[in-house]
């Protein structure tokens, strides 16, 4: 892999995102969108990635990533997601949520929609209600949907001040991400481990499936969903652990990999090379684990500053009765091909990786050691 370059931002950076490119484009990501969290004025800002190569005075490679523009935001950004090419929606801590419009030709960017008290805490018996932080949002145009730590889950339309349904009661716990399964179906998790399926067709409060891992009930920060096979589910949590989850069947997860010394943040599929997973941590680490078959004869190891471990993991339940042809390699449960090879992306530990994203051959993560890294060769 080529270098991964840093840049120092001042701030800490909570997410980052690549601004999608146009469907059956030959675009590269160029631009992606950073939130900040924990500094005395928190903001949202585009940047550019220019070019590479400088020399910085410890002698490593600095990244060229330019700021096209930004704007204040109130509260911590505690998710962002592109709506679509020219609009961005953040979660903040506050509970609300906000679409940002991003104009091109002037470069700056404002607010377009804002769902100010999208999330709150009801106190019994009190009229009175503070503010909950919005933890997670994921955007299918034209629906937005967001949850919080109010257990509360909101599905907004970009065009609509209030929202078009809201599931009060959804969670008794923190639900702290959410993804989409299909276009009417939703994906959480929990502070108490559990993945629930909610299917907006239905009228009821009630989820469709519930899946949890047994035993301790450790919290799941991050989900996300295989692009290609919709039943396929990656989830993280306070443990490091990575989990693989198959929702049509059980409900407990396929697999268990043993990961991250701290909490993980995020889990991402490689969009368009799913047999790619990413995920970053509170412990320093952002880790690339491979998990294609087409080098069978590849060592599967752990690659960290020219030290390597065999890398195993563990299949906890048979596959057997699915048809063969449509497994995901990362619902495989031959022994021969439960290997996975995990690289460390970053040079070393630093203070958490709080975000990444990965689009094409671009890779963009964030830390509260107000860097942002970047490299544009995630597969050479």
């Known amino acids: 892999m080529e270098e991964i370059y840093a840049k120092f931002v001042s701030q800490k950076i909570s997410k980052t995102r690549w601004r999608p490119v146009p469907a059956g484009s030959l675009q590269t990501a160029e631009t992606f969108a950073t ?5 005395e004025e928190n903001r949202v800002s585009l940047w550019s990635i220019g070019d590479f190569g400088n020399l910085d005075s410890d002698g490593g ?15 911590d950004v505690m998710d962002l997601q592109f709506f679509d090419q020219e609009r961005i929606v953040a979660a903040s801590s506050t509970g609300s949520v906000t679409l940002f419009l991003h104009h091109p030709n002037n470069q700056t960017l404002s607010v377009g929609q804002q769902w100010t008290a999208a999330h709150y805490h009801t106190s019994p018996g009190s009229l009175s209600c503070r503010s909950a932080p919005c933890t ?20 907004f339309r970009a065009d609509h001040k209030e929202a078009v349904r809201t599931i009060d009661n959804a969670d008794s716990s923190t639900l702290h991400a959410v993804t989409f399964l299909r276009t009417p179906e939703i ?38 969903r295989h692009p290609n096979q919709q039943h396929v589910v990656a989830t993280g949590g306070q443990d490091g652990m990575l989990s693989i989850w198959d929702v049509r ?24 090379n799913p047999d790619h997973l990413f995920t970053c941590s509170e412990d320093g680490s952002l880790w690339h684990w491979d998990a294609s078959t087409d ?12 030290r390597s471990s065999i890398f195993l993991f563990h299949s906890i339940s048979n596959q057997a009765n699915v048809h063969q042809s449509v497994i995901s390699s990362w619902l495989s449960t031959d022994p021969a091909k439960d290997r996975i090879e995990i690289t460390s992306l970053l ?33 050479s």
């Open 61 to 75: 490679f600095e990244g060229d990533h330019q700021l096209l523009c930004d704007i204040k935001h109130h509260g």
């Open 35 to 39: 939130g900040s969290w924990d500094n």
């Open 347 to 379: 040079p070393n530990r630093t203070l958490s990786v709080n975000s990444l994203d990965v689009l094409g051959p671009c890779l963009v993560c964030g830390t509260d050691a107000e860097a942002i890294y970047v490299t544009r060769q995630l597969f």
């Open 295 to 306: 080098a069978p004869e590849k060592s599967s190891l752990f690659h960290e500053g020219g």
């Open 249 to 272: 069947q059980g409900t407990m997860p396929v697999s268990l990999l043993k990961a991250h010394e701290a909490e993980m943040w995020e889990v991402h599929f490689h969009p368009s």
């Open 136 to 155: 997670g949002v994921v955007c299918s145009n034209p629906e937005i949907v967001t949850v919080g730590e109010d257990g509360r889950i909101n599905l």
């Open 187 to 224: 994906l959480t998790v929990n502070s108490i481990g559990q993945l629930k399926i909610w299917d907006f067709r239905q009228q009821g409060n009630e989820p469709s499936q519930i899946l949890s891992l047994t035993g301790d009930r450790v919290p799941l920060h991050c989900v996300d």
